[in-house]
């Protein structure tokens, strides 16, 4: 082919701009997605074994990305969890360990009474969108908030943009317009919630694909109502096998719903040319319900873990966490390092550059490294839950180090011992076996409680054991500031 001087001229100066434009993408701050799922257990993917339940887009972010086998929620329910997010500080220290609407809950004949809790993130708190933005990040918040009513919404917490995010904890129906009965946004007749928060999602993700953006996608999904599409339901319904104790059809169509915002998002991603410079990180807010039966079905199973939502044991906060970060993460790698959701805010602002100085009231631990990498030290991870949960939980605390985990319980001031390399079921408690390491961690986990001015709860005068979790009137939580 022969090429006159003028047709050189403009393909040589095509690939200057084309170079230029790629020296900038290389140069700008990587693009930070967090799509975070409601009450989805660790054994609910495809990646993690589940055979029943279909996640073919989580199962390709898995095998792009890095999954970290021992993620976990800040906490076994949501609100905490969410704070722990936003700010990368304990649940304990914030004050902030109920879900919202049952920070008033009072059980006035239990063992112990739980302590009041926040109604809201306060302002004060430096939420990671804030940081973001402070680097020039375009932010959105797009879904659950259950951090807080008017004065206390995404708005006024970093996000620049924001939908469907409001003290809300879960929506009364998947389906519009019936959803706006609880959810503050609009929808088309028959439009299933999950997809029209990822239709936003797209949308902003196309309208700043020239700038850097943070990207929260935080779901109602797969928290109950429990409600599918019909046709998905169907499918389901015809796949289960009761052998298997994940069989509830209607529950694996919400898996699936949401599994397909997975990929729509990926898609959107690399519609825009931005996938290759988006660092997105996929995890939930604490683990699968399991302790309860939605329409005299058990929603999921979280086996081999015990328990679910709720609850401190593993099934209650394990949580399925992947990370894609391309040129950065290996694809198909897996770390064993624990990361805990209040590790995400230090993570996220390592990655986008903010200033050091600007983490440094934060709990959490980068784990940048790891995504690199790079092998984090053996370090003590903590949970404080002080609560009587929906899902007959006890008040409790947690630690884990290295594949030890302790469980303290308020009510009596007994602890149980797990080894979790041995035993990720926790069925054999070894605190009578090992009295040493026991008392060690406890030590270490009564010293953390305090140095966080963690709340426990007290003793109860007024103990019934035939009406212990009748609720009652009583002081309401004390407001946030």
């Known amino acids: 082919m022969r090429m006159n001087r003028r047709s050189f001229l403009h393909l040589t100066g095509a690939g200057v701009v084309g170079a230029k434009v790629a020296a900038a993408q290389k140069r700008r701050r990587p693009n930070i997605v967090l799509i975070l799922i409601d009450d989805y257990g660790w054994r609910d993917t495809g990646y993690n074994g589940s055979t029943f339940y279909e996640t073919p887009n989580l199962d390709r972010l898995a095998r792009e990305g890095m999954v970290f086998t021992d993620g976990y929620s800040a906490s076994p329910v949501c609100s ?4 722990a997010i936003m700010t990368g500080k304990y649940p304990a220290r914030l004050h902030l360990t109920a879900h919202l609407q049952g920070a008033s809950n009072r059980y006035l004949h239990t063992k112990v009474l739980q302590p009041n809790t926040r109604l809201a993130l306060p302002l004060e708190e430096v939420t990671i969108a804030e940081l973001l933005r402070e680097q020039g990040y375009r932010t959105a918040c797009i879904g659950k908030w259950h951090l807080g009513a008017k004065g206390f919404l995404p708005s006024e917490q970093g996000f620049d943009v924001s939908y469907g995010g409001d003290e809300a904890g879960s929506t009364n129906n998947f389906f519009y317009p019936a959803w706006r009965k609880k959810v503050n946004l609009e929808g088309k007749p028959g ?3 999950t997809d029209r928060l990822t239709t936003l999602a797209e949308e902003f993700i196309a309208s700043n694909k020239d700038r850097p953006f943070f990207l929260y996608l935080p779901h109602f999904a797969v928290h109950t109502p429990i409600e ?3 046709e998905k339901v169907k499918k389901y319904d015809a796949k289960a096998r009761r052998e298997d104790p994940q069989n509830y059809g209607e529950y694996a169509a919400m898996v699936e719903s949401m599994d397909e915002s997975v990929g729509r998002v990926m898609a959107a991603l690399e519609a825009v040319g931005v996938a290759e410079n988006t660092l997105v990180l996929f995890s939930a807010d604490n683990g699968g319900v399991t ?12 086996l081999p873990l015990r328990l679910g939502k709720g609850h401190v044991y593993e099934g209650g906060i394990r949580v399925p966490t992947v990370v894609r970060w391309p040129g950065v993460t290996k694809a198909g790698s897996r770390s064993g390092e624990p990361v805990v959701s209040y590790d995400y805010a230090p993570t996220l602002a390592e ?5 050091r100085e600007r983490v440094a009231q934060m709990d959490g631990r980068s ?3 790891a995504l690199r990498g790079r092998a984090g030290k053996t370090r003590d991870v903590f949970w404080h839950y002080p609560h009587y949960s929906p899902q007959l939980g006890r008040p409790a605390a947690a630690m884990r180090n290295g594949e030890d985990k302790l469980i303290l319980f308020f009510e009596d001031s007994r602890v149980e011992l797990y080894n979790l390399r041995e ?5 054999r408690d070894l605190a009578k076996e090992q009295p040493g390491k026991a008392a060690a961690m406890r030590k270490r986990l009564e010293a953390w409680l305090a140095a966080t001015g963690a709340q426990i709860p007290v003793k109860n005068a007024n103990y019934d054991a035939a009406r212990e979790l009748v609720m009652g009137e009583a002081t309401g939580p004390v407001p946030a500031k």
């Open 291 to 302: 302790s309860l039966e939605w329409k005299g079905r058990p929603v999921t199973s979280n």
């Open 80 to 83: 905490p969890t969410r704070a």
């Open 423 to 427: 035993d990720m079921g926790e069925k």
């Open 367 to 369: 784990f940048a490294g």
């Open 191 to 193: 439009e299933y919630l």
């Open 351 to 355: 990655v986008a550059g903010v200033p």
């Open 228 to 230: 599918g599409k019909p």
